[in-house]
């Protein structure tokens, strides 16, 4: 196992920075499926990162019941909103996105099961699986089969070990990982300390992030980001490593002033630009 340290460096010949004559319309359009009653927080979360991670259009597709709730605390996205209140039962939409993240928030009813399989069989756009939506996976293993090559998925360990079975070391769950990224032709984003990449048989380690980011949210934030890089056009793998980079970056930036304890989900989306900031730099 010889994983390839994602450092600035490594960095540096993924990230493009920003063309003077863009604008919004070529920016890349993001769109976070997600919430359910209680979890709208989590798409407000994820939507919002997508923005501050710079693509130029967010919408939020939630159930009806976080129209409200996203209109006014993140008024630069747009809504579509289900025909259900409380959770998601049918996944459709008429714009024409250029990546999307599904799952924070979702919740697993019976509905939002059906309209994630009934969407996994007509979508072709870029993809980010995060949350509730891997743990449907995890109970619908057929389904991974309609997934496209180098759909990302971002789980936890929990998560992981729901798709791919416990392991019993580290080794095992590496290679369990890889196999399973081989067998679907995934990007699997495995979250923890550090945060590992699996493309196949390479393996990235991230060097950024620290325990301030052990708190609600900060996954939810994450799938916005990569999300949003994907939308602008980054190939998945470079969505993913400039992504889980720059989230873990912002930790390291904002933990002289929050400490690990009060530092939150919030708190990464603030600090994203000064996480863009410091590529800039030259040390
Ligand atoms: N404000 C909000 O609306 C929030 C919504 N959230 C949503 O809540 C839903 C449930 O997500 P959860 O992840 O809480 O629930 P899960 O049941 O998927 O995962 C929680 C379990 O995983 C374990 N776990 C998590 N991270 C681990 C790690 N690094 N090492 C070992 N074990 C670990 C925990 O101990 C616990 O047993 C998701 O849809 C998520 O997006 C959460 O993200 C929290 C914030
Ligand atoms: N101790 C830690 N050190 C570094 N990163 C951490 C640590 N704990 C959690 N993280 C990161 O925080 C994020 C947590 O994601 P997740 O468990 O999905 O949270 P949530 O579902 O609440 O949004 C992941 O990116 C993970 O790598
Ligand atoms: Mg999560």
Request: charged share 20%.
């Amino acid at each position: 196992m010889n994983p390839i340290y994602i450092d600035k460096k490594e960095i540096l010949k993924r990230y493009k920075p920003i063309d003077k004559h863009t604008h919004k319309g070529i920016q890349g359009h993001a769109l976070l499926i997600g919430g359910s009653y209680g979890k709208i927080g989590a798409v407000c979360l994820s939507s919002k990162a997508a923005l501050k991670t710079g693509c130029g259009l967010v919408t939020a597709f939630i159930p009806k019941c976080g129209y409200e709730i996203v209109q006014i605390s993140i008024p630069e996205v747009m809504v579509l909103s289900d025909v259900q209140e409380k959770f998601i039962s049918n996944i459709t939409f008429d714009i024409v996105p250029q990546a999307i993240g599904i799952g924070p928030g979702i919740g697993q009813e019976q509905a939002t099961q059906k309209a994630f399989h009934e969407f996994l069989k007509s979508n072709k756009t870029p993809l980010v699986i995060d949350a509730d939506v891997l743990n449907i996976l995890s109970k619908n293993k057929e389904w991974l089969s309609l997934l496209s090559p180098k759909t990302i998925i971002t789980p936890h360990p929990k998560e992981l070990e729901r798709l791919i079975g416990k392991w019993n070391s580290e080794l095992e769950k590496f290679e369990k990982a890889m196999a399973f990224s081989k067998q679907y032709q995934l990007i699997i984003v495995m979250k923890g300390a550090p945060t590992h990449i699996i493309d196949g048989d390479t393996i990235y380690e991230n060097t950024t992030g620290n325990a301030a980011l052990a708190t609600a949210g900060s996954g939810d934030v994450l799938t916005g980001m990569i999300t949003s890089l994907l939308a602008q056009s980054y190939e998945p793998i470079n969505a993913a490593i400039l992504g889980v980079y720059l989230h873990g970056l912002t930790a390291d930036i904002a933990l002289p002033e929050t400490g690990y304890q009060s530092f939150i989900a919030s708190d990464v989306i603030a600090n994203i630009g000064k996480a863009y900031l410091s590529l800039e730099n030259k040390d």
